[in-house]
């Protein structure tokens, strides 16, 4: 699909999440309106539960939207068949979650090629690992790395197939600052590299600085877009 910097990605309308529960109905988004250009870096910042992880998994496929219209790049998402919404995650989607899900039994480099070998045009394992700095790991085992290495295998699992949007669930939740901020680096660097959109959810206020807007949640709603004109590199960043 050509697209250019600035296209809509996505186009959200009504977006609502309700699940059903013994206790009764949890309403997890409540009528989400947001559109998503193409190459831009946005971040998801609220607290636990406000519905933020909801709306990424459902924008990343991996969820449905009880309501509403979830359009990407004219195609609704809330109405495709599930062979749709697998071929849309396996060409066009890369994720990122707080915890790596390596295979431990896999080298860093085996790990990259569980997805290069369904992509349709991947980069080679090598490359994608060497984007985030590991070059020199390619033949290490999980256990042999440190927890921001492994989540930058991690990274380089999900950028190895060229998607078109990374979506990043808490990627630096589980880690210190300084290797937190060495993942973020490598997403950034990464998305850039390839023109991808990069969506990442986060509790970390000081991560919103890298953002090209700041979407601030609260009770399955969005509170507020904040336009970030004072962007900063991730190098710049401590907590």
């Known amino acids: 699909m050509n697209t250019g910097p ?4 996505f186009e959200a309308h009504a977006l609502t999440k309700v ?9 997890a988004l409540r009528g989400v309106d947001l559109d ?13 539960g406000s519905g933020k992880s909801t709306l990424l998994n459902i924008l990343g496929g991996l969820d449905r939207a009880t309501q509403g219209q979830l359009l ?31 295979s431990p ?13 369904i992509a349709d045009h991947p980069m080679e394992a090598r490359h994608a ?6 070059e020199d790991r390619l033949d290490h085992f999980p256990a042999e790395l440190s927890g921001g290495q492994q989540q930058r295998v991690a990274v380089a699992r999900a950028i190895a197939k060229r998607p078109a949007i990374l979506f990043c669930d ?4 589980s880690l210190d600052s300084a290797s937190g901020v060495q993942v973020l680096d490598a997403i950034v660097d990464v998305a850039a590299d390839i023109g991808a959109t990069t969506m990442i959810v986060t509790h970390n ?11 601030h949640f609260s009770n399955g709603a969005i509170l507020q877009i904040e336009q970030n004109r004072t962007k900063r590199a991730p190098h710049e960043l401590s907590w």
Not at 36 to 48: A, K, W, Y
Not at 75 to 102: E, H, K, M, P
Not at 170 to 173: A, D, L, V, W, Y
Not at 205 to 215: E, F
């Open 205 to 215: 206020a000081v991560v919103a600085s890298i953002a090209d807007r700041i979407i």
């Open 6 to 9: 600035g296209d809509l990605t």
């Open 105 to 117: 039994s896999l080298t860093a480099r085996e790990n990259v090629e569980l997805v290069t070998d």
């Open 129 to 134: 690992l060497a984007l985030v700095g590991l």
């Open 170 to 173: 808490e990627p630096t939740g």
């Open 19 to 27: 699940y059903r529960t013994a206790a009764g109905e949890v309403r």
């Open 72 to 102: 990407f790049h004219g195609q609704d998402l809330a109405r495709a068949s599930d062979t749709d919404l697998t071929d849309y995650r396996r060409r066009s989607v890369g994720f990122i979650f707080q915890f790596f899900n390596l």
């Open 36 to 48: 998503i250009r193409q190459g831009e870096t946005l971040v998801l910042l609220g607290p636990s």
